[in-house]
């Protein structure tokens, strides 16, 4: 198998380490698109690529206040490690992140940020981000916390303190 046609089969995610491997930058406008093309992906497949490396540069853009946000859930008491939120890309362009919150006296199962529209309660923590991320309704354990899609991780611990 040559090495173009294992280009052409790689993921989208994986478009941004082998971009890395090849010397193309995933940064700035039109890049990402520029980033799909360069490692061969066929034209039918540059649109969700480029739709999942812009996903990823966003994610990696917002890490630092999700783990700002994770040390204060865990300062709260309310996971026994400080754990970074695990990221999701549940369709190829949106980027969610859960924490699950694993102490016992926890106010929920499981946070959910969303960047279209902040952070969330879960009723699951083995399933709290439902298929498609489709955005579920308040009630029945679900609530929306705190102000905007990245309020101040004060303001998130407060939301959730009962």
């Known amino acids: 198998m040559d090495q173009g046609f294992r280009l052409r089969e790689a993921t989208a995610e994986d478009a941004d380490v082998l971009a890395g491997v090849h010397g193309v930058r995933l940064h700035g406008p039109g890049i990402p698109a520029q980033a799909a093309a360069a490692l061969g992906y066929p034209a039918g497949q540059v649109r969700r690529a480029t739709a999942r490396a812009e996903a990823v540069l966003r994610a990696r853009r917002t890490a630092p206040y999700l783990f700002d946000v994770a040390t204060a859930l865990h300062r709260a008491g309310w996971t026994t490690t400080e754990a ?3 990221v999701q890309h549940p369709a190829d362009e949106q980027v969610v992140a859960v924490l699950v919150l694993d102490a ?4 929920a199962p499981a946070l ?4 279209r529209y902040g952070w969330r ?3 699951s923590r083995r ?4 298929r498609g991320a489709v955005l579920p309704p308040e009630g029945g354990g679900v609530r929306y916390l705190a102000e ?4 101040p991780p004060g303001d998130v611990v407060t939301a959730l303190t009962p």
């Open 121 to 123: 309660t879960a009723t």
């Open 148 to 151: 905007g899609t990245t309020p």
């Open 84 to 86: 970074v939120p695990d």
């Open 112 to 115: 959910v940020w969303d960047e």
């Open 104 to 107: 016992e006296h926890a106010p």
């Open 127 to 130: 399933h709290p981000v439902a």
